[in-house]
């Protein structure tokens, strides 16, 4: 595995592989790497010629008073991880490397990052999307491979590949969970014991959630009545940022479940901040389409 630190010589090799008719899948990540990411490493290995793998925590993407001082890192862990995976690259630049002084430049996706997570940490999606364009334009991949477990950052990413006509196809990869449910992530390792064990409150919170919309409630206030309240019932939970039914593509709140929705949640153990969220397809059964749709529900998540 070849690890390169400088960006012009990223963008050079990148370069000569596509001249080669190489295809590079890229995932970007901030490193404490997990099942999670190489997950989203294994797919982009069996899509692609070359794989690229970028560390870097990205400090426009954390606010002042966030955890960017203390964000998990692991490079020789990592690294390691990243060779038993048979990666091709590994680009590690330097903060300076990639915001040189007077750095003024940025990319926004309006209308999407103010919703949810951007509710609570402004600036946080500007921060994404601009250092995820600056690593496309160096490491130019075929595909860029990101996990469902943040699909805020997925839409908006699709969206900004999109109206910027990037020549990037973005892969969405399901979300991998620990053996009671709870989505792996870097910030996990924050949580104590008990903590711990009160974070499986979230995935079991959106499973029942799912189970609720398949038994044929597709109302958004009772969905988010049975939420709160299941949510509630664990003591550590410090705050419930949000916890509802949104539209797949514009993120808003939806009235009812219709084709496809997102059940997320983003919450509080101590202080830790934990997100996750499951799709869920309603779907009418074959032959009762002219039943009344909560009765012939089911649903794919
Ligand atoms: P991060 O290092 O947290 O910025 O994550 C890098 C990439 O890995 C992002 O696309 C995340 O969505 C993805 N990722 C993080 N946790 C998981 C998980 N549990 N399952 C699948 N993908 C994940």
Do not use: W
């Amino acid at each position: 595995m070849e690890i390169i630190r400088i960006p012009r010589i990223m963008q050079d090799t990148a370069k000569g592989h596509s001249l080669r008719g190489r295809s590079i899948g890229f995932v970007p990540t901030m490193g404490a790497l997990h099942e999670g990411h190489l997950s989203l490493v294994r797919r982009a290995k069996s899509e692609n010629d070359i794989t690229v793998v970028s560390i870097f925590v990205n400090p426009l993407q954390f606010s002042p008073s966030e955890d960017f001082e203390r964000y998990p890192s692991d490079y020789e862990g990592d690294s390691k991880k990243l060779k038993g995976e048979e990666v091709d690259i590994l680009f590690m630049p330097d903060i300076t490397m990639i915001y040189p002084e007077g750095f003024s430049t940025h990319v926004e996706v309006e209308n999407l990052s103010e919703k949810l997570c951007g509710l609570f940490r402004p600036g946080h999606f500007r921060g994404v999307t601009t250092v995820v364009t600056k690593l496309f334009n160096v490491v130019k991949p075929t595909r860029a491979y990101f996990g469902q477990k943040d699909f805020q950052q997925c839409v908006i990413i699709k969206k900004m590949v999109r109206h910027l006509n990037m020549d990037i196809e973005v892969v969405v990869c399901p979300t991998i969970r620990e053996s009671d449910g709870l989505a792996m992530s870097s910030r996990n390792s924050y949580l104590n014991k008990e903590e711990r064990r009160a974070a499986s409150v979230i995935s079991r919170c959106l499973a029942q959630t799912i189970e609720l919309i398949k038994s044929g409630i597709i109302d958004k206030e009772h969905i988010k009545r049975f939420m709160l309240a299941k949510l509630s019932e664990e003591p550590l939970v410090t705050e419930i940022q949000y916890a509802s039914v949104y539209d797949a593509e514009n993120l808003d709140e939806v009235e009812k479940v219709g084709k496809e929705a997102i059940v997320a949640i983003a919450l509080k153990i101590g202080s830790t901040r934990l997100i996750d969220n499951m799709l869920v397809k309603v779907l009418i059964k074959p032959g009762e389409e002219s039943r009344d749709a909560a009765e012939s529900l089911y649903t794919d998540t």
